[in-house]
């Protein structure tokens, strides 16, 4: 019911910014979550940020302070914008949404990720 589609991901020097988006479509039953994880070549899948219903954020260690999650809740789209972008920034960046299907009971969904590279 719940679909997710990143985007703005791309190729950029270290030092650089990036904009991601998560625009999800389909309906929700409650209020959502949504977060960022990614994944690099060899490694496991990370948390990067998220932003819960109540408009709490959190971040991973390695980008507090570079990174910051924020949600359009009329587009139903959340963003990561990655500012001062490191080498060890590569990765897949996937969107996860967690909210209600029609019975409410709780659900998670995945996007099928954006890829960023950065460059030195």
């Known amino acids: 019911q719940v679909q997710l589609v990143e985007s703005g991901g791309g190729s950029v020097q270290a030092g650089g910014s990036l904009r991601l988006s998560c625009a999800t479509s389909?309906?929700?039953?409650?209020?959502?979550?949504m977060s960022w994880y990614r994944q690099a070549p060899g490694k496991e899948r990370e948390f990067v940020s998220g932003?819960?219903?109540?408009?709490?954020?959190t971040y991973a260690d390695s980008v507090e302070g570079r990174f910051t999650i924020s949600r359009d809740s009329a587009k139903k789209t959340a963003y990561l914008q990655m500012n001062s972008l490191k080498l060890e920034d590569t990765a897949m960046y996937y969107c996860?949404?967690?909210?209600?299907?029609?019975?409410?009971?709780?659900?998670?969904?995945w996007g099928q990720g954006t890829q960023v590279t950065v460059s030195s």
């Open positions: 932003l819960d219903s109540a408009g709490i954020s």
């Open positions: 996860k949404v967690v909210t209600c299907d029609a019975n409410l009971q709780r659900r998670t969904y």
């Open positions: 389909g309906y929700t039953f409650c209020g959502y979550g």
